[in-house]
């Protein structure tokens, strides 16, 4: 399986900042994704993180708010923008691969906006 | 659209006691499911899986979990559990036709072990 790591770990922020977090993983992987966690709640897909080109964003998420980077197969930025308490969350990336049929999850990072 | 259900969000249980944790899922075609685990201040990790082949899956730490097509089913279970195997239990679901894509969540059940 693919060990992916996550940066930062956690952070708190303040409202109307924005914070990029950083997802690597150990070995190239066709599908990236990231996932929320809202407090006390399920994961959500945010976006597919495609390689080359803009991500693709699932309903109720918008790109000005979530602006993703894939600049190649191992790297993955998501940045939270323009933030708010309602943001606080987990943030996880995942990886996909057609041929292990499986996806596997980073750490996540865990954000508190102030 | 495909969705999943854990009917239960919080199952308390004593330690060396069975359970049971239910998922059941809707979908319009072929799918792969999975169970993932959450330990308190962890990430997710992958618990078990089905893809193919025999409808009953095994972890290496005793859970088991059984495909039941007619019933769109994949319920995890465990005849004894530990009080390490306190954590969120979440079951997913993706499309077989697209291996590796984005995965469908339930809510998650929270599996309480005491002494």
């Known amino acids: 399986s693919a060990v992916i790591s996550q940066k930062p770990s956690r952070d708190i922020c303040q409202r109307g900042t924005s914070l990029t977090i950083q997802c690597q993983v150990d070995s190239q992987v066709t599908m990236m994704f990231w996932y929320r966690q809202q407090p006390g709640q399920s994961l959500t897909l945010i976006a597919t993180?495609?390689?080359?080109?803009?991500?693709?964003?699932e309903s109720g998420f918008v790109i000005d708010k979530f602006p993703i980077s894939r600049p190649n197969l191992t790297f993955s930025t998501l940045t939270v923008s323009n933030m708010s308490p309602e943001d606080s969350s987990i943030y996880l990336c995942?990886?996909?691969?057609?041929?292990?049929?499986?996806?596997?999850f980073g750490p996540g990072t865990r954000l508190t906006v102030l | 659209a495909q969705s999943v259900t854990q009917l239960d969000s919080q199952v308390p249980v004593f330690e060396e006691a069975p359970v049971e944790l239910r998922c059941n899922y809707s979908?319009?075609?072929?799918?792969?499911l999975f169970w993932y685990v959450q330990y308190p201040n962890q990430g997710l990790q992958l618990l078990l899986k089905?893809?193919?082949?025999?409808?009953l899956v095994e972890s290496i730490n005793g859970f088991e979990a059984e495909f039941n097509k007619s019933q769109t089913s994949f319920h995890l279970r465990k005849p004894s559990v530990h009080i390490s195997d306190t954590a969120e239990y979440f079951c997913a679901v993706s499309d077989q036709d697209q291996a590796g894509t984005a995965l469908i969540f339930g809510k998650g059940t929270t599996l309480s072990v005491s002494s």
């Open positions: 995942s990886v996909g691969d057609r041929r292990a049929d499986t996806q596997y």
């Open positions: 089905y893809l193919s082949g025999s409808t």
């Open positions: 993180a495609n390689q080359g080109s803009e991500a693709t964003y």
């Open positions: 979908s319009s075609v072929s799918v792969y």
